[in-house]
């Protein structure tokens, strides 16, 4: 059972000491007043959070020249991109060690979030009371791109309304934006990921997660005004720590009934194709060296995501855990109706849940299939072609939310990457994606045949890979400019293949909008506003990507009966590595071996903190009390991964490197004095 576990409300006996990942516009400051005797003023958290970075997942600026610091495996499909046959940066690392030897990332983006403003009342105002569900959700999401681009118009920042709550807040975020990145240094793979998919989500660990990148600005390198320091004393054990980063989603304010298809439906439905994509993935890289070069950032993806969503789902069978919820649940239902209930929202918002997810279990399956890009570079690309020929010339409020304008300028840094795209890894993709839909649907559904185009799913992919002309990024640049004229005479294959998929795409996209989404965003918004009037914001939304605040002790923990310390060191890395020599995953570098004496072996390496993180806290920076950065996490231990939908810190933890192992490593294995000193310097 899940000990321990209480979900949000503070009426279901208060929220467990650490819980929370917190808007920066409102901090837990009772909450940490009273249990740690800190106060985090409005300039400490200003600082934090302008000197964090949404880099896809989390980062943070540790320099006054534009340094970036941030997880191996949050900057690996960057490595990888910038590797060749010939020079494999995921295996050998990178070290630049002159401004003028740091590689230009190809497609990868730096946001840091700026200011906040609540916006709610304007998004509100845009739904009326005789709406319905869906047209309500529809004019909200319109007035949401309208926020936006005013912002953007007036500030040149880029602006995103962020729907916190399931709807019953919506904020204004601001950003800065920098498209001018570059790769500084990466230790090896073999260190970043010691131990392997044996380890993953395990402690105790011994991985060198960490790889540094470089902001410029206007081809000079970016001078912030706000950058973390570094902490040369590092942290102890019991002291409170604080996480800045980009929790990618929760679904923790989720109903019972919601849970439940969560539980039976989507869940399982996922791992299912996870284990098929794994093992298909294992045997295409198992084909020869070339092929191990181009599918293993892809296959240690797919291991990730099945061994996370493997702990979702064992968290989700767990009676204990809707047990709690339901009682959660029925004290809500009994609380009083608050004040400010709109008669636009549903009066049972709990049963409108309910038939949401009973219409969403009819064609879930067919939604997530049809609607996937089969993990296929070229299908992405050629269907972003289609849908800008389609929505470009709409009004920005009426598009699609990924192609409204203000989202444009990130869109075309995708879409015009020269990064590599790679044949055989592609007709893999496609073919195992062809294969899926003919498997699931039966080779004789109409969608199955449409996609199959009478050949056998190897040859389709065959033909749609090879024939493709979209590896061309003045191919990508031409077809966007002459609009739909271009895409409807087109005879590139893949083009042909994403515009006869994508009127089901759409349709199913638009069902799941009005029946099940909007429906689910009245109601969680009417269920929002029962916990506003009972609680106030002293509790905290879901995830929802963007920037929060955690906190917690560095503290071990209890299992099995036995003793976890919080800290690893040097020196139990090099243990594990004799205990499990030659097996898989547990390699070293061979200069980790021939520099071992070199090493201060007490040296902490990895550490536990009981702070609330989840999927996209990676590369967050582990602060002190003073803002100073002590280690970046990389990982959650396996007890932590109900935390997508609860919390519990009994023995769930949140993993980091410890800043201490990363200066040890630069200065005395990778011979990066110059980094160093930028890295500690005052």
């Known amino acids: 059972a899940v000990e321990g576990l209480v979900l949000i409300l503070l009426a279901a006996g208060g929220l467990p000491a650490d819980e929370g990942m917190w808007l920066l516009n409102n901090p837990p400051d009772k909450l940490l007043q009273e249990r740690y005797g800190f106060e985090p003023t409005p300039g400490w958290l200003e600082h934090l959070q302008k000197s964090c970075v949404r880099i896809g997942a989390s980062g943070s600026l540790v320099s006054g020249d534009g340094l970036l610091l941030t997880n191996h495996h949050v900057g690996s499909d960057q490595l990888f991109k910038l590797s060749t046959a010939e020079r494999d940066l995921l295996a050998e690392g990178f070290y630049a060690r002159t401004r003028g030897e740091e590689l230009k990332c190809p497609d990868l983006e730096v946001r840091v979030l700026w200011s906040i403003e609540d916006v709610t009342e304007r998004i509100n105002a845009a739904a009326t009371p005789e709406m319905s569900p869906a047209d309500a959700y529809t004019a909200r999401r319109k007035a949401m791109t309208r926020v936006e681009q005013e912002s953007k118009d007036a500030t040149g920042l880029e602006c995103e309304v962020v729907t916190l709550y399931h709807g019953a807040r919506y904020h204004l975020y601001r950003y800065k934006s920098y498209k001018d990145v570059r790769l500084v240094m990466a230790p ?117 995501s099945r061994k996370a969503r493997t702990g979702v789902l064992a968290g989700l069978l767990d009676p204990e855990l809707f047990r709690r919820k339901g009682e959660e649940e029925r004290r809500l239902q009994a609380a ?238 090099y243990d594990r590595w004799k205990e499990r020599r030659g097996q898989p995953g547990f390699e070293l570098p061979q200069r980790w071996v021939d520099l071992k004496s070199k090493l201060d072996l007490s040296v902490q390496l990895n550490f536990v903190l009981k702070a609330d993180i989840i999927g996209g806290n990676s590369g967050s920076p582990v602060v002190n009390a003073k ?35 990363i200066i040890e490593a630069l200065r005395k294995v990778y011979n990066a004095g110059a980094l160093t000193d930028e890295l500690v310097g005052d």
């Open 188 to 304: 090896e793979k073999t260190a970043a990921f010691f131990g392997g998919d044996t380890d993953n989500f395990e402690y105790p660990r011994f991985d060198l997660d960490f790889c540094f990148f470089r902001v410029y600005e206007d081809g000079r390198p970016l001078h912030p005004e706000h950058y973390l320091r570094c902490s040369q004393a590092g942290a102890a054990d019991g002291e409170l720590a604080f996480v800045l980063g980009h929790p990618g989603r929760t679904r923790r304010l989720l109903t019972v009934e919601h849970l439940k298809f969560l539980r039976d439906v989507e869940v399982p439905t996922f791992l299912r194709y996870l284990w098929r994509r794994e093992v298909q993935l294992a045997t295409f890289c198992n084909r020869g060296p070339e092929n191990a070069r181009i599918g293993e950032d892809s296959f240690f993806s797919v291991q990730n």
């Open 336 to 573: 009083p109706t608050s004040p400010g209930d709109s008669a636009t929202q549903p009066a049972d918002p709990w049963a409108d849940i309910a038939t949401a997810v009973k219409t969403e279990q009819e064609f879930h399956v067919r939604y997530q299939l049809v609607g996937r890009t089969f993990g296929s570079e070229l299908y992405s690309i050629a269907r972003d072609l289609v849908r800008l020929a389609e929505e470009l010339p709409k009004a920005s409020p009426d598009r699609l939310r990924e192609y409204r304008d203000s989202e444009l300028d990130s869109l075309y840094l995708q879409l015009y990457s020269p990064a590599p795209i790679y044949e055989a890894l592609e007709t893999n993709a496609v073919a195992s994606g062809l294969s899926n839909l003919a498997e699931t649907f039966g080779a004789g559904d109409p969608t199955a045949v449409t996609a199959l185009g009478g050949l056998p799913p190897a040859e389709r992919a065959e033909q749609l890979v090879r024939g493709c002309t979209l590896q061309d990024v003045e191919t990508r640049k031409r077809l966007v400019k002459e609009g739909r004229p271009a895409i409807e005479s087109s005879t590139d294959p893949m083009i042909q293949f994403a515009r006869a998929m994508d009127p089901e795409a759409r349709a199913l996209r638009k069902r799941f909008e009005d029946e099940v989404e909007g429906v689910q965003r009245a109601a969680y918004a009417r269920i929002g506003a029962a916990r506003f009037a009972a609680y106030g914001e002293s509790v905290y939304p879901d995830a929802t990507g963007t920037l929060r605040l955690a906190f917690g002790p560095i503290k071990g923990y209890t299992e099995a009966g036995r003793t976890v310390p919080a800290f690893t060191t040097l020196e139990g890395m």
């Open 627 to 661: 803002g100073e950065i002590v280690g970046l996490i990389f990982d959650g231990n396996l007890q932590s991964l109900i935390w997508d939908i609860a919390y519990d810190d009994v023995q769930g933890r949140a993993l980091a490197v410890d800043i201490r192992a």
